[in-house]
Each structure stands twice: as C-alpha cells, then as structure tokens.
C-alpha cells in the first residue's frame, strides 16, 4: 500500500514557476514509477511526465517538453515536478501516481495509486 500526497500547487502569475512535490508512504517506494497528471475543468485527466523506478528514465507530454521537469528522491520518498515558464493552459489539478509498471507509464489505467491533487492556477 502506497499513500501519496501532493503539495505546493497555488496562485501563479503567467511565466511563473512552481515546484510541486509529492510524499509518498511505505517502504517500497523506490519499486514504483512515479508521474504526474492534470485534469482541467470540463477536461479528461491528461498525462504530463513520468519516471521510472530507477530515476534512469524521464518522460513527458510533448507540449510540456523543455518547460516541466520530474525528479525523483528516494531517501525522501518524494518526487518532484518543477514547472517553469507557466502558462494559463497550464491551470489545472495535478495528482501525482505511483505504478509497478515498467511500461505505458503516459496511461493513467498504469497506476495502481495515486494522491488527492494539488490545484495549480495560472493567471494571465
């Protein structure tokens, strides 16, 4: 059982930046893959980067390239993603999830836990 909760999500002006972090509980954390995703008012929720177990390995959604990056601390159960150059697009609930998958980790269907979100809101 993993227990995930978010943090750092707020009120951001556009071409601002925030860092959101994402503790997770038990043990076995560094076992699971870790991404984030969005969901925006009215939208479906949308995959935004991925790591793997290992840290090795890095993935994200092509918008969100060169902007977004995820990291990963396993002595601190915590990963991270650190948004830069933030856009009003970019306003939206962001949940962080934990998967035992090695693969599709852009599928939300991938993840076996996952945390109550942190609101990020970016103004023009």
């Known amino acids: 059982q993993v227990q995930l909760v978010e943090s750092g999500g707020g009120l951001v002006q556009a071409g601002g930046s925030l860092r959101l972090s994402c503790a997770a509980s038990?043990?076995?954390?560094?076992?699971?893959?870790m991404g984030w995703f969005r969901q925006a008012p009215g939208k479906e929720r949308e995959f935004v980067a991925a790591?793997?177990?290992?840290?090795?390995?890095?993935y994200y959604a092509d918008s969100l390239k060169g902007r977004f990056t995820i990291s990963r601390e396993d002595a601190k159960n915590a990963v991270y993603l650190q948004m830069n150059s933030l856009k009003p697009e970019n306003t939206a609930l962001y949940y962080c999830?934990?998967?035992?998958?090695?693969?599709?980790?852009?599928?939300?269907?991938?993840?076996?836990?996952w945390g109550q979100g942190t609101q990020v809101t970016v103004s023009s």
């Open positions: 999830g934990a998967s035992i998958r090695f693969e599709g980790l852009g599928l939300g269907a991938s993840y076996d836990y």
């Open positions: 038990g043990r076995t954390f560094s076992s699971y893959a």
């Open positions: 790591i793997n177990w290992r840290g090795s390995r890095t």
